[in-house]
């Protein structure tokens, strides 16, 4: 029987093979278009109903099985009676639409597949992706209440895609076919202010100058009458750029820029004094750009920040040193530090300076640039201290209002994002608010980080596809503007989404087969999150893979112990043996070593050993693998019947209910966190 086919781009449809199936009333096109909504997901009856009407009627539960069993007709015309749905299935409670074949979800896969391809052929993908809209999402349901944010979501990627698909044709030359698809799309949506700002490069590429300076004036306009705000910076950069004509506005850059970079180096050694203050803060400023080059400018970059800093404080200047700390500003995604002793030492230096530094309105800037690396460079502590830093600077940057101030300081929140469990849904709006920060006023390496934090927590909440869609964008922009260090955490990122889902599409690898979870704990409770399972030794090669990168990556904080911690996660989720045989006696822990050990112990038959190190066991650091650690630990104590360490490891887990334990992290899971929930809570009844 054909595939049945949904559309959701428009006024919601059902067909199979071309031709529409029948759906009776309206209720019944409500309850399948509430279906969609959830993704897969299952719907309570009792949601269902409270969707379906303001004041169900007595029957209501009973009409919501009529219109379920006539939905089901409708999709399965040919199944024999008494047999089990395939498509729209009961399970448990409620209802689920085991559906693929939806526009919506092609058009988001289009959309996330452009992101990896050169711009000639993203520009082909997101044409075709867009020309599956038919009128604005679940459009004969606009005023519902269940799908207005899934209607505002599709509606948003619809309007970055035009936006996209406009950059795909800039990148590939091809200027003047970007032109008519952004008029048209600023004329509903004036207050995208990156489609003016594409509008005009396009214009001027096609050597429409004049226009191009209209379009920016027109949009100063429409900005400040509509919004009243005034355009952001790249607008007006680009406003000062095509006033002078800046050669870089061009496609073609040309092959000088080595040439340009040693005359200017020449230039500046011959007119800037050895020992001037000068050099001392522009060395910081090619430090914060050297640092996001690669693996051996992130290691430069570290080891001659603290003698910048040092350099400074000997000047006996607080307003140099506060400058020289507060300018590296470089977007930081791990909760852990490469080097912990000279992060000790930035701290130091960063409040000496805080208490030596004019209380006036006028330092305010340089206050909270070294409140926010305070935070910062306290990563992976647990520090009040740290905490209240990173209060005070986002305070203080957003009454600065300055938004290469607040992004930095939003960097220093996330760092203090993980104090316990289950705080993915904290981190998700500091990611979201850093992207849509970072979009609108040019910060590249901020909009980065944005994706990169969504992509994690995204993934913490089970949601692959909004996270694909972020680690898409984020290999998308690093790539475009030479970042090579996101590739590190979109692949592990794919290796976590394997080991979740068994979805193979985005690492290249087969399925094959799994096991079961340790303690007869089935995948659905603590192991893989997706339908389909893949052999523990397939998502091993992807992890590998992943050790591989980070061996060169220039990342010490992030790849000390982590791929050992990554295997023996995925094998306390679905591995036959428990934590005896997941455990690897010859790996190397690194850091997480003193949460593991319980494991080694038991691995070793030591069970009294296992008991001891439970016994005397540290709380995880506050990063981004607490919860992973704590599974390790659960798993021991399971396997020793252990109450005091059972107890401890349910009261740190159950505020990460419902989320993926340890997948925070953007790298690994242990899986689901009900999973283990239910486990200790069964070994202690």
């Not at 992973?628 to 659960?634: D, E, F, Q």
């Amino acid at each position: 029987m054909r595939q049945v086919a949904f559309g959701v781009l428009g006024p919601v449809t059902a067909e199979r093979a071309g031709l529409p199936l029948a759906l009776k009333g309206p209720r019944h096109r409500a309850v399948l278009a509430r279906l969609i909504v959830a993704r897969g997901r299952v719907v309570p009856v009792a949601r269902l109903v409270a969707d379906l009407w303001e004041e169900p009627p007595p029957a209501a539960v009973g009409a919501v099985r009529t219109f379920v069993g006539d939905l089901r007709r409708a999709l399965e015309p040919d199944r024999p009676p008494r047999a089990p749905a395939r498509l729209l299935v009961t399970d448990g409670p409620g209802y689920a639409l085991r559906a693929e074949a939806v526009d919506a979800l092609r058009f988001e896969r289009a959309v996330a597949d452009a992101g990896r391809q050169e711009s000639g052929q993203a520009a082909r993908l997101l044409g075709e992706a867009l020309e599956l809209w038919r009128g604005p999402a679940y459009a004969d349901f606009a005023d519902e209440r269940w799908c207005r944010g899934e209607r505002a979501r599709l509606a948003e990627l619809r309007l970055r895609a035009v936006e996209q698909r406009a950059e795909a044709l800039l990148a590939a030359g091809r200027a003047a076919e970007a032109v008519p698809d952004l008029d048209a799309h600023l004329a509903g949506h004036p207050w995208r202010e990156e489609a003016w700002r594409l509008l005009a490069l396009a214009l001027y590429r096609t050597g429409r100058q004049g226009d191009a300076l209209a379009v920016l004036r027109r949009a100063r306009e429409t900005l400040a009458g509509q919004l009243g705000v005034d355009p952001g910076r790249a607008l007006r950069r680009l406003e000062a750029d095509v006033l002078a004509q800046d050669p870089g506005l061009d496609a073609e850059r040309g092959a000088a820029a080595a040439q340009v970079w040693s005359r200017a180096a020449e230039a500046y050694d011959r007119t800037v004094a050895a020992g001037a203050r000068a050099r001392l803060e522009s060395t910081v400023g090619l430090l914060r750009t050297l640092a996001v080059t690669g693996p051996g400018g992130l290691a430069a970059a570290r080891e001659h920040r603290l003698a910048a800093i040092t350099a400074a404080e000997e000047s006996g200047d607080p307003e140099l040193t506060a400058r020289v700390i507060g300018a590296y500003d470089v977007p930081a995604i791990w909760t852990r530090s490469d080097d912990p002793a000279g992060a000790r030492r930035v701290v130091e230096a960063a409040e000496r300076t805080l208490a030596r530094l004019p209380a006036t309105p006028a330092q305010d800037t340089a206050r909270c640039r070294l409140l926010a690396t305070v935070a910062l460079e306290s990563r992976g502590t647990r520090s009040d201290r740290a905490d209240a830093a990173a209060a005070e600077a986002e305070r203080l940057a957003r009454r600065l209002d300055d938004p290469a101030l607040l992004a930095f300081a939003l960097n220093g929140v996330f760092m203090r994002s993980c104090t316990r469990p289950g705080l993915a849904p904290r981190r998700d709006a500091l990611g979201t608010e850093l992207v849509a920060l970072a979009a609108r006023h040019g910060l590249v390496t901020y909009e980065v980080l944005g994706h990169l934090i969504r992509t994690q927590s995204r993934a913490a909440l089970a949601d692959f596809t909004t996270a694909d869609e972020h680690a898409a964008t984020a290999d998308h922009l690093a790539d475009r503007h030479e970042l090579p260090l996101a590739r590190v955490f979109t692949t592990g990122y794919r290796a976590l989404r394997l080991a979740a889902t068994g979805d193979t599409s985005h690492v290249g690898t087969t399925p094959g087969e799994g096991g079961r979870s340790a303690g007869g704990h089935g995948d659905a409770e603590r192991g893989g999150a997706g339908s389909r399972e893949v052999g523990v030794d397939v998502v091993e090669v992807a992890y590998r893979e992943v050790g591989r990168m980070l061996d060169g990556a220039g990342m010490p904080g992030v790849r000390d112990g982590l791929p050992a911690l990554a295997l023996l996660c995925l094998r306390l989720a679905r591995w036959p043996y428990g934590v005896r045989g997941a455990v690897d006696p010859d790996a190397d822990w690194g850091p997480y070593l003193p949460w593991v050990r319980p494991a080694l112990a038991l691995a070793a038959d030591d069970g009294r050993a296992a008991r001891a190190a439970l016994r005397g066991l540290p709380e995880p650091p506050a990063d981004l693998v607490q919860e992973a650690l704590w599974c390790v630990v659960a798993a021991v104590a399971l396997d020793l019947g252990d109450r005091p360490a059972l107890h401890r490891c349910l009261a740190a887990l159950r505020p990460a209910a419902g989320q993926l334990a340890g997948a925070g992290s953007g790298l690994l899971t242990a899986g689901p966190v009900d999973g283990w929930l239910a486990a200790i809570e069964e070994a202690l009844r």
